[in-house]
């Protein structure tokens, strides 16, 4: 998931700076807001809404953002934030200068909660029930609603169907087919997969997943529980040792050398049967002209499901904006509209979280639809702050055994590496 591993990245930064230093039915746009739990007439504040969003949102947002500020007599901004949004968005309100709205991805939910930057949302029962279940469940965080969802992404396996007819009902099925394919000169690669020499957590976790592995356990609720880390579990070590399988000196399926940066580009190319990827693909893979179908990423023969990460795109009301209640009327009656979520997915291709708006758009873009399935009985990526301290360690295990090194070591280093950070 490319967005994520971004975000990962980032995420290490910020959430494990966090760990150590923090204590303490569908509105219309056109106003119904007898739906919204918010009040009919919200306290102008400062009688403007300032929205923080990345450069592929801001141009999508700016004209539903600039109609709620006529309709309710307020000056509404939306405002490019391009570097290191989290922390950006952490230390403005800190400092009293973040905006009112910021957008971002599901995933900061724990951080941002911890150090007190963003409120619940008041969404009616209605409302809830007009997103995917697993979107809405991405952004719900100790029972509470903290972010109106508007997309969805998830790895999925897309399929050359000139070299591969018919989907592999296995990650056994597919690794032979691949070889198959490799040995009589037809492809370069058995399957795109970015491992690159650091690992990919969001692109193998299907894998990792069906293998036995996991990163948590799981709470009375079901949410994943930061006091059972299971990456060095039995579970997690037979996992790494199928990868190691799949690895270097195994299968030669998974190769250090993929990356983010080649993987799409080796498959759009036609030297490889099967890729990886998410959404964020499909422009270079259509732009490709060749034949292709998504599936879910299949599981082992005798595994578990191959579960994938799943990331939602959310808008946040900031606990510390100066104009709150115009920030929930915003992001409950105009963001929950299919106009607005249509409008973003126009501007980024990525499934939408709201139901209608998949709707709107399946018709010109079944991809997404295949994508969602794909994702259906996927795994939101933990939005715990602990979540920090699992991304850098596990990418060096998966990288480590992908080479040939020994499963067992691989997930004691990590799990002890973890350990350590969340210890301290």
């Not at 309709?71 to 800190?94: C, L, P, R």
């Not at 039995?234 to 040792?241: D, I, L, N, R, T």
Request: aromatic letters at 6%; proline letters at 6%; charged letters at 20%.
């Amino acid at each position: 998931m490319r967005v994520h591993v971004a975000t990962a990245a980032v995420t290490v930064t910020v959430l494990a700076a966090a760990i150590t230093a923090c204590g303490g039915e569908t509105s219309t746009m056109a106003g119904s807001s007898a739906t919204s739990a918010t009040s009919a007439a919200p306290e102008r504040g400062t009688g403007k809404l300032v929205i923080w969003a990345d450069p592929s949102r801001t141009k999508a947002i700016k004209p539903f953002a600039d109609r709620f500020g006529a309709e309710y007599g307020v000056t509404a901004e939306v405002k490019e934030i391009s570097d290191n949004n989290q922390q950006t968005f952490v230390n403005a309100s800190q400092q009293g200068s973040g905006p009112d709205v910021m957008i971002g991805a599901h995933d900061w939910i724990g951080n941002l909660i911890q150090n007190g930057d963003i409120d619940p949302v008041h969404l009616t029962a209605a409302q809830k029930a007009s997103f995917s279940e697993i979107a809405l469940k991405a952004v719900t965080f100790d029972g509470q609603v903290y972010g109106v969802p508007y997309a969805v992404e998830n790895v999925a396996l897309i399929r050359n169907t000139r070299l591969a007819p018919e989907a592999p009902t296995s990650i056994e099925e597919l690794v032979s087919t691949g070889r198959k394919l490799k040995d009589d000169g037809k492809v370069k690669e058995i399957l795109c997969l970015p491992v690159t020499q650091f690992g990919d957590a969001v692109h193998i976790y299907p894998i990792f997943a069906s293998g036995g592995g996991a990163l948590f356990g799981t709470t009375a609720s079901g949410d994943p529980d930061p006091g059972q880390v299971l990456v060095g579990s039995k579970g997690s070590v037979a996992a790494f040792g199928k990868l190691r399988d799949l690895g270097e000196k195994g299968a030669g399926a998974l190769r250090t050398s993929l990356t983010n940066e080649n993987s799409v580009s080796t498959f759009a190319a036609g030297r490889c049967a099967f890729l990886v990827s998410g959404p964020w693909a499909m422009a270079d893979v259509k732009k490709s002209g060749l034949s292709y179908d998504i599936t879910a990423v299949p599981r082992f023969k005798s595994g578990k499901p191959a579960t994938p990460f799943v990331g939602v795109q959310s808008f946040f009301v900031a606990s510390k904006g100066k104009s709150k209640a115009l920030a929930q009327e915003f992001v409950t009656d105009y963001v929950t509209d299919p106009k607005v979520a249509r409008a973003l997915y126009e501007a980024d291709p990525r499934p939408p979280a709201l139901t209608a708006a998949l709707d709107m758009v399946k018709a010109t873009d079944p991809d997404a639809v295949k994508f969602m399935n794909a994702g259906r009985s996927g795994l939101p990526i933990p939005a715990i702050p602990e979540m920090a301290a699992i991304w850098v360690p596990f990418g060096i295990a998966e990288s480590t055994v992908v080479k040939g090194g020994d499963p067992a070591a691989a997930a004691a280093s990590v799990q002890k590496a973890i350990d350590n950070v969340l210890k301290n």
